[in-house]
């Protein structure tokens, strides 16, 4: 049995660019099932990329091929890689920050870097913008097929030479009744912000469900939210438009407002400026 691809990228679906990624993988095999992650990832956001890989890949079968294109130094000397995680899967990816979460909490066993003279994509073409097609997307086409070997992908690299994200050593301020942290991501469909502090943290930290706790969001130079929120399990708990703080699937704290934006009505983003203190 073939292995799936599992696609994310920043490109959106507004125009081409998926659906030439999805032609070259099918040129190299067109029993080859490919199934799409996400394309809305913020984009150059590797943060969020990383992330977002991170709450999917673990609940696929063992040897799925994971792409993700979340590529801001497109055609520069960054690594193009496939890297064999820990658990039996790959991902192929520009090595830029997007193996993070994978790479901490999931485990790499090894990685390599393509040889772009065997595993590219009319490797003649004078065009350095479209790795996606070009690269990741033939490449991991070569290994889910089976025509290629992970070994044959290119020459393996230190795990020690890894880009890591910065935003994953902001770790969170834990104290009793008390956490500090930043907005991780944001889930732009629904307005949802995911915060850097883990359900067992923040739970540790002296919090229940049921508590109205105080959230304060703010910048360096703005305060975005100061308001009591309760915490509970879901967002009906709340009248539709108030905020509630909840255990997100990610296993991270989110906060959402019920049936509406709350990153729209509070005006927040996602980012290490974007500092969240919980207090009970």
Not at 35 to 52: G, T, Y
Not at 143 to 165: D, M, Q, R
Not at 206 to 234: H, P, Q, R, W
């Amino acid at each position: 049995m073939k292995s799936c691809i599992v696609i994310q990228t920043d490109f959106s679906t507004t125009w081409s660019a998926v659906s030439s990624m999805k032609g070259v993988m099918k040129i190299v095999d067109p029993a080859l099932e490919l199934v799409d992650l996400s394309h809305e990832i913020e984009p150059f956001n590797v943060w969020e990329a990383s992330k977002s890989l991170y709450y999917v890949e673990p609940f696929w079968p063992k040897g799925t091929v994971f792409v993700s294109v979340v590529d801001p130094g497109v055609g520069t000397k960054r690594k193009a890689c496939v890297a064999k995680l820990s658990d039996g899967n790959y991902v192929v990816t520009p090595d830029n920050g997007t193996l993070t979460h994978l790479f901490y909490l999931v485990g790499i066993e090894e990685i390599r870097e393509i040889d772009e003279n065997t595993n590219r994509y009319l490797p003649e073409e004078e065009v350095a913008v479209f790795h996606g097609r070009d690269l990741f997307g033939y490449c991991a086409a070569k290994l889910a097929s089976g025509i290629i070997t992970f070994a044959e992908v290119g020459n393996a690299y230190p795990l020690t030479e890894i880009i890591i994200c910065e935003e994953y050593n902001a770790k969170p301020v834990l104290k009793e009744n008390e956490v500090l942290g930043f907005i991780s991501s944001g889930f732009a469909h629904f307005g949802n912000a995911t915060i850097n502090v883990l359900i067992s943290e923040f739970e540790n930290c002296g919090f229940s469900e049921g508590d109205y706790v105080n959230v304060e969001i703010y910048t360096e130079d703005k305060v975005l939210m100061n308001e009591k929120v309760l915490y509970a399990k879901s967002f009906g708990h709340v009248k539709i438009g108030e905020p509630v703080v909840y255990n997100g699937s990610s296993k991270y704290i989110n906060i959402a407002c019920n049936q509406t934006s709350f990153m729209e009505k509070y005006q927040v983003t996602s980012g290490i400026n974007q500092k969240v203190r919980i207090t009970k």
